[in-house]
T-cell receptor, first 115, second 111 residues
Framework: NAGVMQNPRHLVRRRGQEARLRCSPM?????VYWYRQLPEEGLKFMVY????????ESGMPKERFSAEFPKEGPSILRIQQVVRGDSAAYFC?????????????FGEGSWLTVV | SQQGEEDPQALSIQEGENATMNCSYK?????LQWYRQNSGRGLVHLIL?????REKHSGRLRVTLDTSKKSSSLLITASRAADTASYFC???????????FGRGTSLIVHP
C-alpha cells in the first residue's frame, strides 16, 4: 500500500472543533475512497470521489461530514463540530480505475481522537 | 454492495501451523477479495478470486471459492509470527466496485 499518503497520522481535537484529514492518492490514480474504522470493527465505507466529483457518498453521515477531491491537491475529509463518537481511524484508498475487481490501495490511516 | 462475514472472529495458532479462515456472503458475486490489516496500519490487498474460479494460490496463501455455498476460505500455510493480523474478505457483486468489510478474523501466530 505504499504510495497513498495520509496526514496527519494522529490528530487530537476538542469537542466542537473541526478536523481536516488529507489524502494524496498514488501517482496516476484519480479515484479516492474514504473509510472509517471504529475500535474493534471493520472498515465502513464513507465516500468515493473522482477529481472534482463525488460519485458515491452513501456512507457519509448526513451532517458535519464533507469530502472533496479538487483538481489540484489532495482529497480532504472534513468533520465539523467534532463529537466524541467521531474518534476513529480514517482510511483513504485510491485506485486507477473503477472497474469491478480493480485493486484499491490503502493509506496508513489518520487517527482522530476527540477529547 | 454487500459485506462478507468472516469466521472465526479470532484464531490463535503456533508458528508453522496452517491457518484457515472463512467468509460467507449473501448474494451472487463477480469476485471476492481478501485483505490483511496489521495493527495500526492500513489494509493490504492479498488476492482476488473471480466467480468462475474455484481456487487460487499466491505464495503461502490459498483461496477457495464455492459459489453454490456462497463462501470462500483463505488458507495460510506454514504460518509465521509476521502473519499476525486481521483478515477481511470483500465480496463484490453486480455493478459494485467499492469493497465493503465486516469485522474480520483476528489471527495471532505465536512464535
Amino acid at each position: 500500500n505504499a504510495g497513498v499518503m495520509q496526514n496527519p497520522r494522529h490528530l487530537v481535537r476538542r469537542r466542537g472543533q473541526e478536523a481536516r484529514l488529507r489524502c494524496s492518492p498514488m501517482k496516476g490514480h484519480s479515484h479516492v475512497y474514504w473509510y472509517r474504522q471504529l475500535p474493534e470493527e471493520g472498515l465502513k465505507f464513507m465516500v468515493y470521489l473522482q477529481k472534482e466529483n463525488i460519485i458515491d457518498e452513501s456512507g457519509m453521515p448526513k451532517e458535519r461530514f464533507s469530502a472533496e477531491f479538487p483538481k489540484e491537491g489532495p482529497s480532504i475529509l472534513r468533520i465539523q463540530q467534532v463529537v466524541r463518537g467521531d474518534s476513529a481511524a480514517y482510511f483513504c484508498a485510491s485506485s486507477q480505475t473503477r472497474d469491478i475487481g480493480n485493486t484499491i490501495y490503502f493509506g496508513e490511516g489518520s487517527w482522530l481522537t476527540v477529547v | 454492495s454487500q459485506q462478507g462475514e468472516e469466521d472465526p472472529q479470532a484464531l490463535s495458532i503456533q508458528e508453522g501451523e496452517n491457518a484457515t479462515m472463512n467468509c460467507s456472503y449473501k448474494t451472487s458475486i463477480n469476485n471476492l477479495q481478501w485483505y490483511r490489516q496489521n495493527s495500526g496500519r492500513g489494509l493490504v490487498h492479498l488476492i482476488l478470486i473471480r466467480s468462475n474460479e474455484r481456487e487460487k494460490h499466491s505464495g503461502r496463501l490459498r483461496v477457495t471459492l464455492d459459489t453454490s455455498k456462497k463462501s470462500s476460505s483463505l488458507l495460510i500455510t506454514a504460518s509465521r509470527a509476521a502473519d499476525t493480523a486481521s483478515y477481511f474478505c470483500a465480496p463484490l457483486s453486480g455493478g459494485s466496485y467499492i469493497p465493503t468489510f465486516g469485522r474480520g478474523t483476528s489471527l495471532i501466530v505465536h512464535p
